[in-house]
């Protein structure tokens, strides 16, 4: 399974854009990267997923270069609400089997917004 | 999208008792469920994986005959922590897998218990 590293924490003010990047240098060809949002006490939530150039929802974008070794997901116009710790994943797009499509965390970047 | 549930939300115990978790796939069928658990200020461990009607699959490390997963229904995975103590205190949460768009698998998490053991 393709290791992870990101920033270990990030601050930024409200209505910034914010930018964080993971790197997964051993990323498979079949890996999909995906980012999940944590608040405290509760489980992680989908944020957006892609596998390569770039992919954009309502909530975040994620840039993808071309030789897929980084991402960055970037958060459009931060609110207090989007303090939270972010996990950048990388695993098999299509679950083929039991033990197939473990999702293993990283230490994930704790981003704090500041009014 | 799909959703998980998770029950309890939290649970205190006594020490030496056991506990029951379900996670629960409300909208979909899981064939495989992950249990994960979480200490203060720690990223999510997997603990084990669990099968619909077979035997779960534990990581290293975790003691099969203290955390007893049974997984009867393709949407219903329970977790039990036989004969909890302090250090078995965390936050424990599921995850089930469905087919997203263009057939890529996705996670959805349930919204975790908080195990306390006094």
């Known amino acids: 399974l393709a290791k992870t590293t990101q920033p270990i924490s990030m601050d930024s003010y409200e209505g910034q854009e914010v930018n964080i990047t993971c790197s997964h240098n051993?990323?498979?060809?079949?890996?999909?990267i995906t980012w999940y949002q944590q608040f405290p006490s509760q489980g992680p939530r989908f944020i957006i997923q892609?596998?390569?150039t770039k992919v954009t929802n309502e909530v975040a974008s994620l840039f993808i270069p071309a030789d897929r070794k980084s991402s960055t997901l970037s958060l459009p116009r931060v609110s207090l609400s989007d303090t939270a710790v972010y996990y950048c994943?990388?695993?098999?797009?299509?679950?083929?089997?039991?033990?197939?499509?473990?999702?293993?965390f990283g230490k994930g970047t704790k981003l704090s917004v500041i009014p | 999208g799909a959703v998980v549930s998770q029950h309890p939300s939290w649970v205190i115990c006594k020490s030496g008792t056991s506990v029951k978790i379900e996670c629960r796939s409300l909208?979909?069928?899981?064939?495989?469920m992950f249990w994960y658990r979480q200490f203060p200020k720690q990223s999510l461990m997997l603990m084990a994986t669990?099968?619909?009607?077979?035997?779960?699959?534990?990581e290293q490390g975790v003691e099969k005959d203290k955390f007893l997963i049974n997984h009867a229904s393709l949407t219903l995975s329970t977790l039990t922590v036989t004969s909890a103590h302090p250090e078995d205190s965390s936050f424990y949460i599921c995850?089930?897998?469905?087919?997203?768009?263009?057939?890529?698998?996705?996670?959805?998490f349930g919204q975790g218990t908080r195990l306390t053991v006094v």
């Open positions: 995850s089930a897998h469905s087919l997203g768009q263009g057939s890529n698998t996705e996670a959805f």
């Open positions: 051993n990323i498979a060809t079949n890996d999909y």
């Open positions: 892609g596998y390569k």
């Open positions: 994943l990388v695993a098999p797009a299509k679950y083929s089997g039991a033990g197939s499509y473990q999702l293993t």
């Open positions: 909208d979909f069928q899981a064939t495989t």
């Open positions: 669990s099968n619909e009607g077979s035997k779960a699959t534990y």
